[in-house]
């Protein structure tokens, strides 16, 4: 049975400083629920309206809440009826020795560092650097829009100035070397800006080699999860 101060604390997890301070996420949705369950991360507590336990029938136990607990700790209008309370985990080492490495500037759009995060999971890159103004992963639209890939990603926030310094960096521009004419022969890293800002330029100086995807038609800028798709599949898949 979840007390009220269990529901009060969960509810607080909406808000970013609150997941910091409990060091707790939630994740709302059958799919959802359902990689967390199966995936590394540690449960907490798993909650559910009685609509949904006997609708779905699931698998893992549910501590059963009230459609008026469920609407006050969702972040839907119209909430799926099952939540699972999840531990943020540590952030684990980089390991700058594998093949290639995705980074991210400054992406400040949940639904848009989602996407990103599930391009990655795609083709198989498993950590990301992020620079700390990053939006916050655990932002419920970020979570949703992963479609689980946020529990085979490990996302790392760093100061990407020092963490890069003597790196091969891949950095993509609105000009630079054709991203097909590229291979990759040793660790390396393929940095990433925002569609509104592209990579800063304090980072300009860690950019080993200034990279482009070839432009034909008149279109001024690509969004940067679709600019991280095609270079991921450039790169990653042999040609």
């Known amino acids: 049975m979840t007390s009220q101060a269990e529901l009060k604390q969960f509810a607080s997890l909406r ?22 369950f199966h995936s590394r991360l ?7 309206t009685k609509w949904y336990i006997d609708r779905y029938n699931p ?13 006050k700790l969702s972040q839907y209008d119209t909430p799926p009826g099952i939540i699972a309370v999840v531990e943020i985990p540590k952030e684990p080492q980089w390991n700058h020795n594998q093949t290639l490495t995705l980074a991210l500037d400054g992406i400040s759009d949940p639904g848009n560092m989602g996407t990103i995060i599930r391009i990655a999971d795609w083709y198989g890159i498993n950590q990301i ?12 639209k970020c979570l949703a829009a992963t479609m689980g890939s ?13 963490t890069l310094k003597g790196k091969k960096v891949f950095g993509a521009f609105l000009a630079g070397t054709s991203i097909y004419k590229l291979k ?9 800006g925002s569609e509104s800002h592209g990579i800063r330029e304090h980072l300009n100086e860690v950019v080993t080699t200034f990279i482009t995807i070839p432009k034909i038609g008149e279109a001024e800028s ?9 270079m991921l599949d450039r790169l990653c898949v042999p040609s």
């Open 129 to 140: 650097l992020m620079s700390t103004d990053c939006v916050d992963v655990y932002n419920n």
């Open 59 to 71: 698998e893992y136990d549910c501590d059963i809440i009230s459609d008026p607990d469920n609407l």
């Open 42 to 48: 540690k449960v907490v507590k798993i909650l559910a």
């Open 222 to 230: 690509l969004n940067a999860g679709v600019a991280t798709a095609i």
């Open 184 to 192: 990759l022969e040793e660790p390396t890293v393929l940095l990433i």
């Open 15 to 36: 808000m970013p400083k609150f997941r910091q301070k409990y060091g707790q996420f939630t994740v709302e949705g059958r799919k959802a629920v359902h990689e967390v």
């Open 150 to 162: 946020f529990t085979r990603v490990d996302c790392i926030y760093t100061d990407l100035l020092e």
